[in-house]
C-alpha cells in the first residue's frame, strides 16, 4: 500500500514588491519621459530590478552610471537611492535638468548624517561598501562616517570609545542583523547615540516580517528579485534563517530550476521591493502549470503609505497641464 501523498500548498507573502519609494521613483521616469520626451537620462539603476529598468529603457529612458555621461543641458533623474552633495552640484555646474527621485526614507536618513555632523558627533553607518544608498549618505558628512558592514566588524573598530558616537544604517538591510551589529557597537560604545527613528525602512522590515512568517511551513522559498537588490538578497537570508528548506533568488519564472522543486510539496513565494507584481504571477503560473495549487496569501499587514512626486516634476505637471487649458 502505497504511503498517502502530502497535499501540495504554495504560499505567497503580503506585502510584498513596490513600495512606496519604487513607486514614486518609476513614476518620476514614467512622467519625465511623457513631460520632457525622450531621451531622459537617469543616473544609476532607478530601482534597482532588471526587469523595470529594461522597461524604462524601451521607453526612451538611458541610464548612465555618472553625469559625465549625460550630456551639458539635458534632464536627468536620480536614482531612489540617493546621491550626494557632491552629485547635486555636478548637476548644477553641468547646467543638467535634474529630478532627484530620492526616496524620501533615504532622504531622512542624509538629513541625520548631516544633524550628527554639525553637532560634532562622528557616524557609524551600517551597510555595504560600494551600495548607491551608503555612497550617497557618506558624501553628506565624509569626514564623519565609518562604514560597518558587519557585527564582526565592531571588533576591529579603532576608535576613541570615550565619545559621542551615533549610528545608522542603510535603508534595506536584514533588520535582525542590523540590531546584532547596533547591540554590538553599544557594549564597545558605551556613549552610542540611536537615530530619530529606526533607519530601516517600513517596507523592507514589513517584507522580512512576511517571509518569516510563512517560512518555517515551506520546502522552498522562491525570492524574485534582481542579485543587485540589497533587500531582496536579505529576502532569501530571512527565509533560510526563519525555517525555510531552501531559497533561491529569481529575476523570472524561467530562471526557476525544475531540480529545485523535486520532492517539494510547498513552496513560498515573495518579492523584493522594487519588483512588480506581474513577475510574480509568472512564478505563481510556472508553479501552477507544474501541479502546484493556487497560491493561498497571507498578508502580515496592509500598507497605505505614498509619497508625493519630486517637487520640480509636479510643478512642470502643473505648467503642463495650465498651458492645455
Request: aromatic letters at 4%; proline letters at 6%; charged letters at 25%.
Amino acid at each position: 500500500m502505497n504511503a498517502p501523498q502530502t497535499k501540495k500548498q504554495v504560499l505567497v507573502a503580503a506585502p510584498r514588491g513596490y513600495c512606496a519609494g519604487v513607486d514614486r521613483a518609476v513614476i518620476t521616469v514614467e512622467k519625465a519621459l511623457e513631460t520632457y520626451g525622450a531621451p531622459v537620462y537617469v543616473r544609476k539603476q532607478i530601482v534597482h530590478n532588471r526587469h523595470v529598468v529594461e522597461t524604462l529603457e524601451k521607453r526612451g529612458a538611458i541610464f548612465v552610471e555618472e553625469l559625465d555621461g549625460v550630456p551639458e543641458g539635458s534632464t536627468v533623474v536620480f536614482s531612489a537611492h540617493g546621491v550626494s552633495p557632491a552629485v547635486h552640484a555636478e548637476a548644477a555646474q553641468r547646467q543638467l535638468k535634474a529630478i532627484d527621485a530620492t526616496c524620501p526614507l533615504v532622504t531622512k536618513v542624509h538629513r541625520e548624517a548631516v544633524r550628527f555632523d554639525k553637532e560634532d558627533v562622528d557616524i557609524f553607518l551600517i551597510g555595504h561598501a560600494g551600495h548607491e544608498e551608503v555612497e550617497g549618505t557618506t558624501g553628506e558628512a565624509p569626514d564623519r562616517i565609518t562604514l560597518v558592514e558587519h557585527p564582526d566588524d565592531v571588533d576591529e573598530l579603532d576608535v576613541p570609545t570615550d565619545r559621542p558616537m551615533a549610528w545608522l544604517s542603510q535603508t534595506t538591510l536584514s533588520v535582525d542583523e542590523t540590531m546584532e551589529t547596533v547591540n554590538r557597537l553599544r557594549e564597545k560604545f558605551p556613549l552610542l547615540m540611536d537615530p530619530p527613528s529606526d533607519d530601516i525602512c517600513y517596507a523592507t522590515q514589513n517584507r522580512q516580517q512576511a517571509v518569516k512568517q510563512i517560512a518555517p511551513r515551506v520546502d522552498l522559498m522562491i525570492v524574485v528579485g534582481s542579485k543587485n537588490s540589497s533587500n531582496s538578497v536579505r529576502l532569501v537570508e530571512v527565509a533560510l534563517e526563519a525555517g525555510a528548506g531552501a531559497s533561491h533568488l529569481v529575476d523570472y519564472a524561467t530562471e526557476i530550476d525544475e531540480a529545485w522543486l523535486e520532492g517539494v510539496t510547498s513552496v513560498g513565494v515573495t518579492s523584493g521591493a522594487s519588483v512588480p507584481d506581474e513577475l510574480v504571477q509568472g512564478v505563481l503560473a510556472f508553479l501552477e502549470e507544474r501541479g502546484f495549487p493556487p497560491a493561498t496569501e497571507e498578508r502580515l499587514t496592509e500598507e497605505n503609505l505614498t509619497f508625493s512626486l519630486p517637487p520640480e516634476l509636479r510643478r512642470d505637471l502643473k505648467a503642463n497641464t495650465a498651458l492645455k487649458h
